[in-house]
């Protein structure tokens, strides 16, 4: 191993690959990862807003650089066939295990050349990133009051393109988003009384179907929503009718009022169609989780942008546009009073590119395996390279930067 990682971090990154653990659930991974940042000479404390992990490094008076990276997995079986992919229910399906090797590299890298920066580092593992439930959780229970408020806090996330390479969007980088769960009733009862039930599945289905009229799949304006539904359950018997219907879905947009509109939108929707179909009862629409689009602080963001380019050269410093992922890192940045950095790692090896289908950069984008797929298998080497070295140049420019513009005493 050359660079900014060691073989201990390609380690790490195999052994939370194969141990992923859901959201909420993360004892094994949190104490995996604070015994890295132990080693590498961090002050490590366990349990903040449930498996969180904070590791700070003092290093003299200057500037406080939060890095963060997310510690949960998703319910999806693997299918990728490699020698040490998980063989549960749960799969590291969208990078959060090289997101912590990453972390952990670059702890151990900041923690070795202490004379070449002064100020403050902490490293936070986050818990139920993928509920939208940890970052909150971490907040909550004190991370700006007993670690004290940062100056800037970094994150990154791989991304379906080219390993070796990193992405950078300006100003707004990922949709804020609102999950929804829709309950519809009927009267349960035998299927071979048709007169005497009343059926929640075909009103389901038609608020489905009105729902994919009403929002595209691909937005035409800058403040367009993407509805995604991502689960419907009714029922397990062919001849019971079952007495309600659940339809859980997500709605997001990269513009917060485009996003209330279209909540009232879905809302509305539902209700005309449970009354037109002579529903018993009211549905039940409730609004379970909710994030704030990620918006980037321009001086920070460029400060980082610049050592990328600096570090991995222009070429390999992508601008792209916003993702209409979404992410709870935006309330690291504490209501725009902490500013916020993030940016996105390519994860794919050249051979598999090289094979992609596609005359051009966004057709391959859309035949590789992406993010929260069974079959979703970053490079390991080059990735956890590259996004090990971004973390390090981000937080080191970050470092320095925000000490040079300190007020001269």
């Given at each position: 191993?050359?660079?900014?990682?060691?073989?201990?971090?390609?380690?790490?990154?195999v052994?939370l690959h194969?141990?992923p653990e859901?959201?909420?659930?993360?004892?094994?991974?949190?104490?995996?990862?604070?015994g890295?940042?132990d080693?590498?000479?961090?002050a490590?404390?366990?349990?903040v807003?449930?498996?969180?992990v904070v590791g700070r490094?003092?290093?003299?008076?200057?500037?406080?650089?939060?890095?963060r990276?997310e510690?949960?997995a998703?319910?999806v079986?693997?299918?990728?066939g490699?020698?040490?992919?998980?063989t549960?229910?749960?799969?590291?399906?969208?990078?959060h295990?090289?997101?912590?090797?990453?972390?952990?590299g670059?702890?151990?890298?900041?923690s070795r050349?202490r004379?070449?920066?002064?100020?403050?580092?902490?490293?936070?593992g986050?818990p139920?990133e993928e509920?939208?439930t940890?970052?909150a959780?971490?907040?909550?229970?004190g991370?700006?009051t007993?670690?004290g408020?940062?100056?800037a806090?970094?994150a990154?996330?791989?991304?379906?393109?080219?390993?070796g390479?990193v992405?950078?969007?300006?100003?707004t980088?990922?949709?804020g988003?609102?999950w929804?769960?829709v309950?519809?009733?009927?009267?349960?009862?035998?299927?071979?009384l048709p007169?005497a039930?009343?059926?929640p599945?075909?009103?389901?289905?038609a608020?489905v179907?009105?729902?994919?009229?009403?929002?595209?799949?691909?937005?035409s304006?800058s403040d367009?929503v993407?509805?995604?539904?991502?689960?419907?359950?009714?029922?397990?018997r062919?001849?019971?009718?079952?007495?309600r219907?659940?339809?859980r879905?997500?709605?997001?947009s990269l513009?917060?009022a485009?996003l209330?509109r279209?909540?009232?939108?879905v809302?509305a929707a539902?209700?005309e169609?449970?009354?037109?179909a002579?529903?018993?009862a009211e549905?039940e629409?409730?609004v379970?989780t909710r994030s704030a689009p990620?918006?980037?602080?321009?001086?920070?963001?460029e400060?980082v942008?610049?050592?990328?380019?600096a570090?991995?050269?222009?070429?390999?410093v992508?601008?792209?546009?916003p993702?209409m992922?979404?992410?709870?890192?935006p309330?690291?940045?504490?209501?725009?009073t902490v500013p916020t950095?993030?940016w996105?790692?390519?994860?794919v090896?050249?051979?598999?590119?090289?094979?992609?289908p596609?005359?051009?950069?966004?057709?391959?984008?859309?035949?590789v395996?992406?993010?929260?797929?069974p079959?979703?298998?970053?490079?390991p080497?080059?990735?956890?390279?590259?996004?090990t070295?971004?973390m390090?140049?981000?937080?080191r420019?970050l470092?320095d930067?925000?000490e040079?513009?300190?007020?001269?005493?």
């Open positions: 191993m050359t660079g900014s990682m060691s073989g201990d971090m390609l380690e790490l990154y052994d194969r141990h859901l959201s909420g659930a993360e004892e094994r991974t949190a104490a995996r990862v604070g890295a940042l080693r590498a000479g961090f490590v404390t366990s349990r807003g449930g498996h969180g490094l003092r290093n003299g008076d200057g500037p406080v650089v939060l890095l990276a510690l949960d998703l319910p079986r693997e299918r990728t490699l020698p040490y992919a998980s549960g229910p749960a799969m590291h399906a969208c990078g295990d090289l997101h912590l090797a990453a972390l952990c670059a702890a151990e890298a900041l050349s004379d070449r920066w002064r100020g403050t580092v902490v490293a936070v986050q139920a509920t939208l940890g970052a959780a971490m907040l909550a229970d991370l700006y007993r670690w408020r940062p100056d806090a970094l990154q996330h791989l991304g379906p393109f080219p390993a390479w992405a950078h969007a300006r100003d980088v990922t949709a988003s609102a929804l769960a309950t519809v009733f009927g009267r349960g009862g035998h299927a071979g007169g039930v009343s059926n599945i075909p009103v389901a289905a608020i179907t009105r729902l994919g009229e009403l929002f595209p799949a691909e937005p304006t367009g993407v509805l995604t539904i991502g689960a419907v359950r009714a029922g397990d062919a001849n019971v009718v079952a007495d219907a659940t339809i879905l997500t709605v997001r513009d917060s485009a209330d279209a909540v009232a939108t809302d539902v209700r169609i449970c009354a037109a002579g529903s018993p549905p629409i409730v379970t990620g918006v980037n602080e321009p001086l920070a963001a400060r942008r610049a050592a990328h380019v570090t991995f050269g222009a070429a390999r992508l601008p792209v546009p993702s992922a979404t992410e709870d890192f309330l690291f940045g504490a209501d725009a950095v993030y996105a790692v390519g994860s090896s050249a051979a598999a590119w090289t094979r992609a596609g005359a051009d950069f966004v057709e391959k984008l859309r035949s395996p992406v993010n929260h797929s079959e979703f298998a970053p490079d080497v080059p990735t956890l390279r590259t996004a070295t971004a390090l140049a981000g937080a420019a470092l930067s925000l040079e513009t300190e007020t001269p005493t």
